[in-house]
T-cell receptor
Framework: EAQVTQNPRYLITVTGKKLTVTCSQN?????MSWYRQDPGLGLRQIYY???????DKGDVPEGYKVSRKEKRNFPLILESPSPNQTSLYFC????????????FGPGTRLTVL | AQKITQTQPGMFVQEKEAVTLDCTYD???????LFWYKQPSSGEMIFLIY??????QNATEGRYSLNFQKARKSANLVISASQLGDSAMYFC?????????????FGKGTHLIIQP
């Protein structure tokens, strides 16, 4: 089954404790990205990657890091989480430069205390 | 830069009625795609329909159709014969399809509630 998986689905952590949210897709997509969703703001892009070892900032990259060492994986790293990073996070993938849909993961609900 | 505007924060609609969710967009790209996603209370993002900027016909997918008016820069979603299960958040989004590296730019969403 074609899918994007994220782990963990739910996470409560404390300020400053480094965490990683994993994202993996099995569709051989070149393009992967991370979004955060906050009430009243819709989804905003954090980082994206057009292929292995190619990453770039989206609209709200501050406080986040990513890496793309393998085509299927695109982890999101919060080196020192803060309460304003409490949000719902989505990973998505698609064919590069395509008008086709972006496939979304199930979401990770993060709370930073 | 791309921008999506959804002017209806919330809507209440009677079951079986047709629903139109508004979406206007702004972009300087010539080649772009417009998307609608549904987000039920469970949280997942469900792709509904896609319209390319060069598509001459309005897209349709089952009960969903996209009323694309390029000159007005609008891409309204029409849901025919609404059902209780249509209650959800709906997001309009767009993406450059001309070779740019942009992801999806989303609107703020419309919360649709279908009443029995």
């Amino acid at each position: 089954e074609a899918q994007v998986t994220q782990n963990p689905r739910y996470l409560i952590t404390v300020t400053g404790k480094k965490l990683t949210v994993t994202c993996s897709q099995n569709m051989n997509h070149e393009y992967m990205s991370w979004y955060r969703q906050d009430p009243g703001l819709g989804l905003r892009q954090i980082y994206y990657s057009m292929n292995v070892e190619v990453t770039d900032k989206g609209d709200v990259p501050e406080g986040y890091k990513v890496s793309r060492k393998e085509k299927r994986n695109f982890p999101l790293i919060l080196e020192s989480p803060s309460p304003n990073q409490t949000s719902l996070y989505f990973c998505a993938s698609s064919l590069r430069d395509s008008g086709d849909e972006q496939f979304f993961g199930p979401g990770t609900r993060l709370t930073v205390l | 830069a791309q921008k999506i505007t959804q002017t209806q924060p919330g809507m209440f609609v009677q079951e079986k009625e047709a629903v139109t969710l508004d979406c206007t967009y702004d972009t300087s790209d010539q080649s772009y795609g417009l998307f609608w996603y549904k987000q039920p209370s469970s949280g997942e993002m469900i792709f509904l329909i896609y319209q390319g900027s060069y598509d001459e016909q309005n897209a349709t997918e089952g009960r969903y159709s996209l009323n694309f008016q390029k000159a007005r820069k609008s891409a309204n979603l029409v849901i025919s014969a609404s059902q209780l299960g249509d209650s959800a958040m709906y997001f309009c989004a767009m993406r450059d399809t001309g070779g740019g590296a942009d992801g999806l730019t989303f609107g703020k969403g419309t919360h649709l509630i279908i009443q029995p």
